[in-house]
């Protein structure tokens, strides 16, 4: 990128500037993080009850990335393997199957479940067939508990991060988390992708915004720690009856991993959020509820997570109308609060230039 176009964030918080608006109103830079960033991230695909099927089709972040994959789990062995015949690139799975094989269906063309080729019709006579390009690639998969990811390439380090959850949340019932598709919902937000990270990775608007978990929590024990590609916020309670922690009256632990997953620990479960990039404006986010068996998500309060995100979401589309004014440029953090906001700039500028 020519030294004009390049974002720089000073290391030292107390003197950096933000993120400048023209990250958030011109296409290069979108472009250019989906394409040095979110192939190398880790998705969130789903826990291990999917691998009832022995064939599940999936897209590795649609609307941007939009590479088809297939999550294949066949005597004990578990792949991602791509969607894409490697004859004349014709889609091979459009459904959930048991199958054992994959066929594609346009010439017939067979892979079993590891990605290997089997056979294909009428290449009798060709020569040097088959070779390795005519098996499926392989993608990385990550298993953590009962949490399933995958990676295209290069995957980021997230093992820090992960490793802190089950230290940090000794007792906590990880295994006996249950996915609720009933609780689980799709948001549409006309923002900015980033505006949301950047909402979450702090808490200094949470008694301006969130009035009832202003309520519920002590925003002066507010924390926030870094891992490689990752962030971990929490906060000490207001009560007991919601504490996470045997031996701390924690309230909720936030954990952010770069560049777009949160995963949320309650007294109640798990909620994931998946903020995926559609286009430069325009972003989908995906909440999904994992209550701890027996159980359920906590709802109708002023502090639920429901109104917590109508909350959220009501705010970044006021940022992203003022990102856009020609009356706004860079701001500055608050050394004391935006911490995390800080971190995630500097992990964006290190891949824009």
Not at 60 to 84: A, M, R, W
Not at 111 to 126: H, Q, R, T, Y
Not at 273 to 290: A, G, M, Q, V
Request: proline residues 3%; charged residues 20%.
């Amino acid at each position: 990128m020519n030294s004009h176009n390049a974002i720089s964030i000073d290391k030292d918080i107390s003197c950096a500037l933000t993120m400048p608006a023209k990250f958030y109103t011109e296409k290069k830079y979108f472009n250019r993080i989906i394409n040095n960033v979110f192939p190398r991230s880790w998705q969130f695909i789903s826990d291990k009850s999917i691998l009832k099927n022995n064939i599940h089709p999936f897209i590795f972040l649609k609307d941007t990335i939009n590479e088809p994959l297939i999550l294949t789990s066949y005597n004990n062995s578990v792949n991602i393997l791509s969607n894409v015949c490697t004859h004349r690139a014709s889609i091979l799975c459009d459904k959930n199957t048991n199958s054992s094989n994959i066929k594609c269906e346009y010439h017939g063309r067979l892979f079993d479940l590891k990605g290997e080729f089997i056979s294909a019709p009428g290449f009798k006579n060709v020569k040097n067939f088959p070779s390795n390009n005519d098996n499926l690639n392989i993608y990385h998969i990550k298993f953590w508990k009962n949490l399933i990811f995958c990676s295209l390439n290069n995957p980021i380090n997230i093992d820090d991060i992960l490793i802190d959850i089950e230290n940090r949340l000794k007792g906590y019932p990880l295994l006996d988390l249950q996915y609720n598709s009933t609780k689980s919902e799709t948001y549409y937000l006309k923002a900015h992708w980033a505006l949301y990270c950047e909402n979450y990775l702090e808490g200094l608007h949470i008694p301006f915004i969130h009035k009832g978990l202003n309520n519920e929590i002590n925003l002066n024990s507010y924390k926030t720690i870094f891992f490689e590609n990752g962030v971990l916020q929490y906060a000490m309670g207001k009560g007991e009856n919601n504490s996470i922690s045997s031996k701390e009256n924690i309230y909720a632990c936030y954990y952010w991993i770069y560049p777009n997953i949160m995963l949320n620990f309650y007294s109640w479960g798990l909620s994931i959020n998946i903020i995926e990039p559609i286009d430069l404006y325009n972003t989908r986010i995906k909440f999904i509820s994992f209550p701890i068996k027996g159980l359920s998500q906590v709802e109708k309060s002023d502090s639920s997570i429901t109104e917590v995100e109508k909350e959220d979401q009501n705010i970044i589309l006021k940022v992203q109308k003022g990102i856009a004014s020609t009356s706004y440029q860079r701001g500055r953090y608050s050394t004391e609060h935006e911490k995390g906001v800080h971190y995630f700039h500097r992990l964006l500028a290190e891949n824009l230039n």
